[in-house]
């Protein structure tokens, strides 16, 4: 069991949809407690209409994910004395950048959209009646591919983009990071016309090389550098007239 520590957290929490305001709640502070840990207690003691999204609880799934205290995070794996400070003073909201269903839980269709819209499904050249591909793991395409290849789809990084606030219709840091994995996939056939997907306006060439996707991905990927290889793939093949 949780030692109880002898002070409250004092929990601003985003109510409403698109149109809300933040409500106070007064929460035991607990030794080893997480900012889910806080959310639920809200939910199941003190207001069970709060609307939240969770799975996991262990850092696996990324649904949990929040803005706490200005910052997009896996509410999962952040404690709350990492962020709360001697005040113990909470703010919790939704993520930033999409569309608000009720309260903290937001609707990632668009989110998901902008994947698919960059290529984001593997297209393989085998069937099931081939044989396994057979990669190798210390080739510079494979290595390449593996420093991206392990998101999860949890949108801090798109939260945390300052181009997707200025520019709704820019791809983001985690559909650029999925089509970077892709195209450096030796088995995937779809390559070219991935890459002239992520070439647009809306694609690799916004992005302002910020690093807030990199400074905030819990997985500690670096979506940046995958855009910047994107960047460099597309001026080679639009210089050969490939795009």
């Given amino acids: 069991m949780m030692r109880r520590m002898d002070s409250l957290l004092k929990v601003d929490v985003w109510r409403g949809r698109e149109e809300g305001d933040y409500a106070r709640y007064a929460v035991p502070r607990q030794a080893s407690q997480t900012v889910l840990d806080v959310v639920t207690h809200i939910q199941r003691h003190l207001d069970p209409t709060l609307a939240y999204r969770y799975a996991c609880r262990v850092g696996m ?5 929040m803005t ?3 910052v997009a995070r896996w509410t999962c794996r952040t404690h709350v004395a990492q ?4 005040a113990g003073e909470l703010r919790i909201g939704p993520l930033a950048h999409l569309p608000v269903v009720k309260d903290l839980a937001c609707d990632m269709s668009g989110f998901f959209d902008k994947w698919a819209s960059a290529g984001g499904r593997f297209e393989g050249t085998k069937t099931r009646r081939d044989d396994f591909a057979v990669v190798d793991p ?8 593996d420093a991206g290849i392990e998101c999860i ?3 801090v990084c798109y939260a945390s983009c300052d181009v997707v606030g ?3 219709d820019y791809l983001g840091p985690a ?3 999925r089509a970077w994995t892709l195209v450096n996939d030796e088995r995937d056939r779809a390559g070219a016309e991935r890459l002239r997907a992520v070439a647009g306006d809306a694609g690799c060439h916004a992005c302002h090389t910020q690093g807030g996707c990199t400074l905030r991905c819990p997985k500690k990927i670096a979506p940046t550098a995958g855009i910047a290889g994107l960047k460099r793939l597309a001026g080679r093949a639009a210089a050969r007239g490939k795009l």
């Fill in 153 to 155: 789809g949890c949108g």
């Fill in 166 to 168: 200025w520019r709704p």
């Fill in 83 to 86: 962020v709360a400070g001697s």
């Fill in 138 to 145: 210390a080739s510079k395409a494979r290595r390449a591919a």
């Fill in 175 to 177: 559909a650029l990071n």
């Fill in 68 to 70: 706490v205290n200005g």
């Fill in 61 to 65: 799934c990324g649904s949990c994910a």
